[in-house]
């Protein structure tokens, strides 16, 4: 694989996960082309990056192991071309309900990220996939930090509407550079789609580390969703009197965790992935009590963002690789199950934090988060034996329960 082709599937990696974040320091914004805040209460904006998630996460389950069965190329520049079009859409959404509607749809399609990583996994020489992996990662963290920032600048000085069509631009024109540069693949999979998807649960059935990851990277990203869906409320309260420019800004913060991920999968390698997993709990449960302290100083916000993005990068990566230790054979769809559970939380914490915002602002948005970090603790520190490994396994070592197609 040429650098040349590396460097675009990693950078579309990233500009096709933004799609999940551009709302979250727009929602005011949305609010008020709709009729403001009497009309679309914050729990009602809070439906957005809801559904956003909930979508992303049945285009995980659905769509995503297709990438095992199908030649990569076309579904990549498929949904890549269908994220514009769903883009396009959602900028000229004329009513809220068209506009929820439209926020599912486009997190089903944005599938493009989970087909291109483990694509050019598969593509590098075994001397190198780590290398190539952790490229690709660097190219979904940034698009998922700096998602936000661009929002946040776009959205203040031209509108929302604009943001989304500038976006959805950028991704026709991106959707046939893939289908260019893209090589064939040949399919891993010989069964049909029904078969597929009875591999995925067999392996989420026999494997009890991918169940505990799941769990407990679920955990992490509601915590983390619920203190990015309500943020925008916060900064535009009578506290600070900030906006979507503010949010933007905190984003860039998200930084530290790009740094942190490197640490975190050298600790996995050398030592162990689950304690790794149980620091990034402690770390992100400690940015929440800096929260509490910082409703209303931008400068403790500030320190919390750097926190929590440390604790939830170290987790997200402690556990991505022990899910990628567990079956060579079988980590497109080992991945899939963990990605969906780490959306289906994402969707928890966003719908649950707008709730709790409403009910009872900042506080009750942390301690919501807390609630989700103790739930993920207490299995962590009381999980059986078999739950405790760290991925690690042999290629070619199937597990008994799974169809002979994995």
Known sequence: MEKRTLGIMATATGICVANIYYCQPLLHEMQNSFGGSSII???????IPTLTQIGYALGILFIVPLGDQKEKRNPTYLFTLASAIVLMGIAAAPTFEILLIL???LGIVTTTPQFLIPFAAALAPKEKQGQVVGIMMSGLLLGILLARTVSGFVGAAFGWRMMYAGAGAVLFVLSFILRAILPKSEPTFAGNYRDLLGSLFALVKSEPVLRETMFL??????AFSAFWATL???????SFHLGARTVGLFGLLGAAGALAAPIAGRFSDRKSARAA??????ITAFSFGIYILGAKSLIILAIGVVVMDVGVQVGHIANQSRVFGLIAEARSRTNTAYIFAYFVGGSLGSGLGSWA??????NGVCLTSLGFLAFGGLFYFTAPARYRGNGTRKAGSLPLESSPNL
């Open 41 to 47: 209460t914050d729990a009602k904006a809070g439906w």
């Open 232 to 238: 925008i409320h916060l900064l535009e309260s009578d």
């Open 217 to 222: 990277g679920g955990a992490l990203f509601a």
């Open 277 to 282: 997993t149980g620091v990034g709990l402690l």
């Open 103 to 105: 926020c599912l749809l």
């Open 357 to 362: 915002w409403s009910l009872a602002g900042w």
